[in-house]
């Protein structure tokens, strides 16, 4: 299985520490990729972030669809027996994408209604693709 994440701008060194623990935990159940990219103006931004896209693209979007851990563990697990084992993950700026990022997204995926950090996004992000792999392969990450 192939994770590409692609984020607007750049960690501050706490965040990164964090994303870089997820990233190297990810390592043992998929090839893991997390593309930064410098923040550029919403056309600029978006324009980057469609050349990076492979496999299923799931936009992180405070209006997408609610998921529990277990429910992107099954998502993955569905997509693979389909055959689909490319995933990228889309991170936008602090002023978001434009609708033709919008409108290709295979999906869109919300934490919540709340607005977080777009750094910290990316941890949470880590953390729950982990997650879903932990239960995909029965670890006790997640009780």
Known sequence: ?????VAVGKLKPYFAAAADEYTK?????????VVSLDEDGVRKESESILKKIKGIYILLDIGGELLSSEEIAAFFSKSLSKGTSEFTFVIGGSDGVNDEVRQNASMKLSFGRVTYPHQLMRVI???QIYRAMAINANLPYHK
């Open 1 to 5: 299985m192939k994770i590409k994440i």
């Open 25 to 33: 935990r990810l390592q043992r159940f998929c090839d893991i990729e």
């Open 125 to 127: 992000l880590l953390e």
